[in-house]
T-cell receptor, first 110, second 114 residues
Framework: GIQVEQSPPDLILQEGANSTLRCNFS?????LQWFHQNPWGQLINLFY???GTKQNGRLSATTVATERYSLLYISSSQTTDSGVYFC????????????FGKGITLSVRP | SAVISQKPSRDICQRGTSLTIQCQVD?????MFWYRQQPGQSLTLIAT?????????ESGFVIDKFPISRPNLTFSTLTVSNMSPEDSSIYLC???????????FGQGTRLTVV
């Protein structure tokens, strides 16, 4: 099956700093999503981005499908950004059945 | 996006017992899935809940352990049977709306087996 690798595994930032989270995948995909898991375990949709670039406030994401990677940018980080960030892909795009990376644990310190 | 209600949000259960988790969506959806997240780990797909027919299980998961029902396009249940401490996990329901590829998740059920 498809492999999804996220890096770095852990990231510690000072409040106000910027960061880039990376997701590499081993095969072509038709669906790629970024999620933020809060301390209560809930998965929050950040981006649905099989290709191209999107922005939502302080967050933006870019997927280069031909090179099989996606980047999530967090600018002016806040303590509420802390949590685990997951990249998930669906190779087929036919049924939203996702394969998840191991996640990136982000800690933003005041 | 669909509103997904998952119940219970958390539970503590005795080993050997079973727990049924419910997932209710406020609109008809084509696809419904159940995932497991073991402590400190990523999410793993358990099965696809098929409306009106048997669920499709992923490798390593079996119907006797994780029976799933989906009687209609807005509701599904996952039962964790004959529980052991190794079943302690977060269980999440996921849906995709008709004609859409983006998946959304319920708030999860945090299960602890003692």
């Amino acid at each position: 099956g498809i492999q999804v690798e996220q890096s770095p595994p852990d990231l510690i930032l000072q409040e106000g700093a910027n960061s880039t989270l990376r997701c590499n995948f081993s095969d072509s995909v038709n669906n790629l999503q970024w999620f933020h898991q809060n301390p209560w375990g809930q998965l929050i949709n950040l981006f649905y981005i099989p290709s191209g670039t999107k922005q939502n406030g302080r967050l933006s994401a870019t997927t280069v499908a031909t090179e099989r990677y996606s980047l999530l940018y967090i600018s002016s980080s806040q303590t509420t950004d802390s949590g685990v960030y997951f990249c998930a892909v669906d190779p087929t795009g036919a049924n939203s059945k996702l394969t998840f990376g191991k996640g990136i644990t982000l800690s933003v310190r005041p | 996006s669909a509103v997904i209600s998952q119940k219970p949000s958390r539970d503590i259960c005795q080993r050997g017992t079973s727990l049924t988790i419910q997932c209710q969506v406020d609109s008809q959806v084509t696809m419904m899935f159940w995932y497991r997240q073991q402590p400190g780990q990523s999410l793993t797909l358990i099965a696809t809940a098929n409306q009106g027919s048997e669920a499709t299980y992923e490798s390593g998961f079996v119907i006797d352990k994780f029976p799933i029902s989906r009687p209609n396009l807005t509701f599904s249940t996952l039962t964790v049977s004959n529980m052991s401490p190794e079943d302690s996990s977060i269980y999440l329901c996921s849906v995709a709306a008709r004609g859409k590829a983006e998946a959304f998740f319920g708030q999860g059920t945090r299960l602890t087996v003692v």
